[in-house]
C-alpha cells in the first residue's frame, strides 16, 4: 500500500565538512549499484556507480562503499558544497530492474 | 543533444480520464522504464522495456499500460486515471538494462487527477 506521511531522512552538514549518506539495499543478487542526486523539480542524475566485485570507487569529491555482507552501501561526499544540497538516492540493478532506495535529504550550512 | 524528453511537463485530469505521457530518447538506447515519485519517497518502478516489442512489469504496474514499437519512444498509458495516480513521473533510459550501464532521467511530467 502507499507509504503516506513518510519522511526523508535528512543530514545537515556544515559547508566544508565531508558528509556521508548511507543506504541498505535489498536484494544479495544486486550486481550493480548507482547513487543518483535530485534537485527540486529535476530528474535524477547520476553520480557515481559500482560493480559487485568492487569495495570501493572514487569519483570527483564523491567515493562510493559497498559492503556486501551486510547489504550496505555509502556515499561520500568530501568538502560538502552549498551546491551539493539536494535528495540522495541509492538504487540497485537485479534482473533488469533499476530499484530505487526511499532517499535522503542533504542540506548544506553555509 | 535532447537526451530524454517527456511531455507534458504538467497536466491536471479528472477521475476517470485517459492520457499518454510521452518519452522520446535520442540516445538510441535499448532499456526504457517509467518510474512514480510520490512525495517524501524514492521512485518505484512501473514498466520496463528492454527493446522495441517488448515490455515488463516493475513494482507497480497496476493501472499503467505501455508499449515499445520504436526503439526511441515509450509511452505511458493511463486508462482510468485514480487520484492515487497523481505524482511525478520519470522517464529513464539506459544503453541496455541488467548490463551495469547507467540510466539517464528525463525532467519528470506532474500529474494531479482530481
Known amino acids: 500500500g502507499e507509504n503516506v506521511g513518510l519522511h526523508l531522512p535528512t543530514l545537515s552538514v556544515q559547508e566544508g565538512d565531508n558528509s556521508i549518506i548511507n543506504c541498505a539495499y535489498s536484494?544479495?543478487?544486486?550486481?550493480?549499484f548507482i547513487w543518483y542526486k535530485q534537485e527540486s523539480g529535476k530528474g535524477p542524475q547520476f553520480i557515481i556507480d559500482?560493480?559487485?566485485?568492487?569495495d570501493k570507487r572514487q569519483g570527483q569529491r564523491v567515493t562510493v562503499l559497498l559492503n556486501k555482507t551486510v547489504k550496505h552501501l555509502s556515499l561520500q561526499i568530501a568538502a560538502t558544497q552549498p551546491g551539493d544540497s539536494a535528495v540522495y538516492f541509492c538504487?540497485?540493478?537485479?534482473?533488469?530492474?533499476?530499484?530505487f532506495g526511499a532517499g535522503t535529504i542533504l542540506r548544506v550550512k553555509s | 543533444n535532447a537526451g530524454v524528453t517527456q511531455t507534458p511537463k504538467f497536466q491536471v485530469l479528472k477521475t476517470g480520464q485517459s492520457m499518454t505521457l510521452q518519452c522520446a530518447q535520442d540516445?538510441?538506447?535499448?532499456?526504457m522504464s517509467w518510474y512514480r515519485q510520490d512525495p517524501g519517497m524514492g521512485l518505484r518502478l512501473i514498466h520496463y522495456?528492454?527493446?522495441?516489442?517488448?515490455?515488463d512489469q516493475g513494482e507497480v504496474p497496476n493501472g499503467y499500460n505501455v508499449s515499445r514499437s520504436t526503439t526511441e519512444d515509450f509511452p505511458l498509458r493511463l486508462l482510468s486515471a485514480a487520484p492515487s495516480q497523481t505524482s511525478v513521473y520519470f522517464c529513464?533510459?539506459?544503453?541496455?538494462?541488467?548490463?551495469?550501464?547507467?540510466?539517464?532521467f528525463g525532467q519528470g511530467t506532474r500529474l494531479t487527477v482530481v
Open positions: 529513464a533510459s539506459s544503453l541496455t538494462g541488467g548490463m551495469n550501464t547507467e540510466a539517464f
Open positions: 536484494n544479495s543478487a544486486s550486481d550493480y
Open positions: 559500482i560493480r559487485s566485485n568492487m
Open positions: 538504487a540497485e540493478e537485479y534482473g533488469n530492474k533499476l530499484v
Open positions: 540516445m538510441n538506447h535499448e532499456y
Open positions: 522495456s528492454v527493446g522495441a516489442g517488448i515490455t
